[in-house]
């Protein structure tokens, strides 16, 4: 990684360019370069600049290609993916993507969050403001007094949820005077109290409930994002006033009231903002492909407005949120407020004005991508062969084992190559660690080779029922007792309707599935993106089967 990014200030160009980012110029656009060429230079500008950085991308695919070619430099990238909005009753969210969303938040407001990607579709989503989402956030130090129903209500508050021993993520229990706290999967907070006051505080294993390193005091974050505005019964007040669901306001009432944010968001948030929002003015904003940016702003837009017909015709509620997405004009507007620079492949006509003052500000460099694979090792020889001695090359081989064996290789069909093996000019590194593409800089006179996969052996892929690829997403309301789902490794079973199962204070719904010999799967509505409608053809009805027991 070093020498990747240690080569550039030989270089005037960019200098130059490096001393415009920390002087705050804005907009900047900088074309010619390839994919793994813009993640150079986003970490290369995070690196010489310290400044944190933000990369939005036009989609999902993308952004994770980003964050591949990113953990080449770092491991410490803070991924904020777009929200599923929920269009119909019980069909929820992974928790997963919920805890990938706040663990980012949580960063970017502590100040810890450098390197941040995401997607125009999810700046795009409207998110409770700042200030509500931290308003409940608890400090213990050792030695306070704590009153231990204000730390109840506030754990809640912060989407914690209280259970009998805190062993999985955002649980949290009271046990006489221990409050245990679940912050991660593994890891927890043990506060031991002596009357009012804070005795110790330890971390513990979720796993096996011991306490460990002793530490003097720590802060709760919010364990989601949706935290209250306001009191529940000034929600439902505000809810009353346009709606007069009384099953919904009863959930509300109750507590259950997730599944309902989307729908009633305006009654939970008068105050809404974006990602873009919870940045500081430190941060440098990068916009992979802008026209590609514009045009998915517009295609979400587009498939929204088809949905929510779709939920009119079907005489169902629209949700709020689906109505609060921002446009692509007020995503300019937010953007103008921040140090703005734009990675472009081609040198790009005006997309509009802010494109327009990047390119005024704008750097031209000239990358190409480079690809070996297993069948073109003999242009990989001639392309060292040629470059050795003119250029700084580095050779990714993935693990440590693929550089001996690269280095060997290349030395038998390369014998310049140890002239220049780690060399003060012009050298030759070969290094661990891979890119998604290597690339060429003609600008630097470096040369990058990545050719993990050559030497990795292909893996085979798991064979997935193709049912499960044809069937549709499964939508709860219209579900009917008889149809057939399938389940991603248990195959097809019959659906016989959705249960509610209540364990100790926690209530969940469940779908009931039938199999042969009456055998019954029940799945919870937090595992949604395993199963799907069947889709048949004509009256033949499907096998009931299990995949694996």
């Known amino acids: 990684m070093k020498d990747i990014v240690k080569i550039l200030p030989n270089y005037k160009k960019f200098n130059s360019y490096i001393e415009d980012v920390k002087n705050g110029v804005t907009p900047i656009m900088l074309s010619g370069l390839t994919d793994s060429g813009k993640v150079h230079f986003a970490y290369s500008s995070f690196f010489y600049s310290e400044k944190p950085i933000c990369i939005i991308t036009y989609n999902e695919l993308q952004a994770k290609k980003i964050i591949k070619d990113l953990q080449f430099f770092t491991q410490e990238i803070n991924y904020f993916p777009k929200r599923e909005i929920v269009a119909y009753d019980y069909l929820a969210e992974s928790k997963d993507n919920l805890y990938t969303r706040i663990s980012t938040l949580n960063n970017i407001y502590k100040n810890e969050a450098k390197i941040v990607v995401t997607t125009i579709e999810a700046v795009m989503q409207k998110i ?3 200030e509500t989402l931290y308003k409940n956030i608890l400090h213990f130090k050792v030695g306070e007094i704590v009153n231990l129903d204000e730390i109840k209500s506030k754990l809640i508050a912060l989407g914690y949820e209280r259970t009998e021993m805190a062993d999985t993520k955002s649980g949290f229990s009271i046990r006489g005077g221990i409050v245990d706290i679940a912050i991660s999967e593994k890891r927890g907070v043990r506060i031991e109290l002596w ?10 294993d979720t796993m096996s409930q011991r306490s460990n390193d002793k530490i003097d005091e720590i802060t709760i974050y919010p364990a989601y994002e949706f935290a209250l505005e306001k009191d529940i019964e000034e929600i439902i007040e505000k809810i009353e006033e346009k709606d007069k669901s009384e099953d919904d306001i009863e959930q509300i009432r109750e507590g259950n009231y997730l599944s309902k944010i989307d729908k009633y968001f305006d009654s939970f948030y008068e105050k809404q903002e974006s990602i873009l929002d919870y940045l500081n003015s430190d941060y440098i904003v990068f916009l992979d492909e802008i026209s590609k940016i514009k045009a998915r702003c517009e295609n979400v837009l587009k498939d929204t407005e088809n949905l929510i017909k779709s939920i009119i015709e079907k005489k169902k509620r629209v949700p709020e949120a689906l109505k609060n997405l921002s446009n692509y004009l007020e995503f300019l507007d937010k953007i103008r407020t921040k140090q703005t620079i734009y990675l472009e492949k081609q040198d ?41 001695g003119n250029k700084s090359i580095i050779i990714l081989c993935g693990n440590k084992e693929n550089v001996g064996k690269v280095q060997t290789l290349l030395e038998e069909k390369v014998p310049i190559i140890k002239k220049y093996l780690n060399s003060i000019e012009n050298k030759i590194i070969i290094s661990e660690g891979e890119l998604s593409t290597g690339f060429e800089c ?27 690829k044809q ?3 499964v939508i709860f309301s219209e579900l009917k007792p008889g149809d057939y789902i399938v389940h991603k490794t248990n195959g097809i079973g019959e659906f016989v309707g959705v249960s509610t199962i209540k364990t100790g204070d926690v209530i969940k719904d469940y779908i ?38």
């Open 471 to 473: 069937g549709e997403t």
């Open 128 to 130: 409770a403001s700042k």
């Open 348 to 388: 790009i006509g005006f997309v509009d004005k802010q494109s327009m003052h990047a390119k005024r500000n704008g750097y031209s460099f000239s990358y190409r991508e480079v690809n070996f694979f297993r069948s073109s090792m003999d242009l990989l020889f001639k392309e060292v062969q040629e470059a050795a």
């Open 195 to 204: 009357g009012d006051e804070i005795d110790s505080i330890r971390y513990f």
């Open 512 to 549: 009931k599935l039938k199999y042969k010999d009456d055998d019954v799967l029940y799945i919870p509505t937090n595992s949604l993106d395993n199963i799907r409608k069947y889709i048949g053809t004509g009256d033949t009805k499907p096998k009931i089967n299990r995949l694996r027991k």
């Open 442 to 468: 003609y600008d630097f006179n470096l040369l990058v080779i990545s050719i993990s996969e050559i030497f990795n052996t292909p893996q085979k892929r798991k064979r997935v029922a193709s049912e499960f």
